[in-house]
């Protein structure tokens, strides 16, 4: 583990939101799964520094803290509790109830840390292995609290018994020193670093890549290639077999009779792919960028054909296209097509190409397209 394609996007970005609310590492690695080591290499950076200290799991820190404390911590889990029942998922529910906490009570020196443990304890999930808390409800205001299992005290509601009005000792001590929850909270970035990549928004970026790939139905090692994963620079070619790109497929696209060898209505698709590959590539768009675009887009404009051509066939298209992913020299290029104006693909080893595949789409779409002749 370690490599940020392991993770889901889902456990990254929790752990995004997790660093930005001073999160500590054991946190973020029970929240999250993330491995502790990659935790202090991605996830923490220079504007979201690890918090110093312990991080502060404490049974008893509920109980022995102020009543003002304990109260928002209990409308801060009573949050939670609702946010759960409408279905969030609990990393979801803490971090959502602990940004409502912060915006509801910013002086509040209940920290994220703490939060985590006091749902650990009442879920038993990440930190607790059981469950030691539950909600009961004050007989006075009506304020659900948290008390520790078979324990209900229905005289102990922290809501009912904290003086609103008076700052809390703890408030008070927010302006002379630092709590421990703004402690965590991130410095001010320094403009001359501004430019240094979070990594973690690098892993981030290409695990949504990834993602995206594969739900277009890139193949493994073209997701690698176009990823740019270190594992892509050790593919070599099999033994005896033709290859064109740096992904290594054997049998590629018969170049020397690529338009007598490649069915009319893939040679449409690849026209389309190859000309909006050709159009996003002038406008300074990264070749994975265009070549997933430019596959959608054919793929949208070309939805009803009965063979859809691959993705991995358009990947070759693009590299012997503009000479990249391995491909030394270009081999096919694009024409224009004097008679219908359309713009089509020609292998540059073929000697005599078939015409435009448009034009012959126009004279025999009955036979080539018949589900949209019907
Ligand atoms: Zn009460
Ligand atoms: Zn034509």
Known sequence: MGSPSAYSLRALETA???????????TIAHITGLTPGYILRAVYCERYPAPIGRPQY?????????????AEACFLATHYRRLTSEGFRQADALIAAFRH???????STLGFDQAFFLISRLD???AATKSGLSFVECLNCRSPYLAPHGMPQRDSCPVCRTDWRLKSRARARVRTSTPPALAADPPKPKRSRQDVPWQLDLDIA?????????????????????AEEPRAQLFRAPRGRPTVTSAYISRPMPLAAWS???EVTHRVQYAVFASHFRRLVRLDVTPTEAMCSAFETARRACRDYPKPVTFDRCFEVAALLDAIWGVPAQQLELLQCASCGSHYLVSKAEPHPVGCPFCML???????LPTMAA
């Open 16 to 26: 995004r939101q997790c660093v930005m609310l001073g999160a500590r590492l054991r």
């Open 58 to 70: 404490s049974e008893d820190f509920f109980f022995k803290t102020t009543r003002r404390l304990q």
């Open 101 to 107: 906490h912060r915006a509801t009570q910013p002086e």
């Open 124 to 126: 038993g999930i990440w």
């Open 206 to 226: 290409h695990v949504r890549l990834l993602g995206r790939l594969q739900q277009l139905g890139a193949g493994d090692r073209i997701c690698a290639v176009l």
């Open 362 to 368: 126009i004279q025999r779409h009955r036979t080539l």
């Open 260 to 262: 007598a060898k490649t």
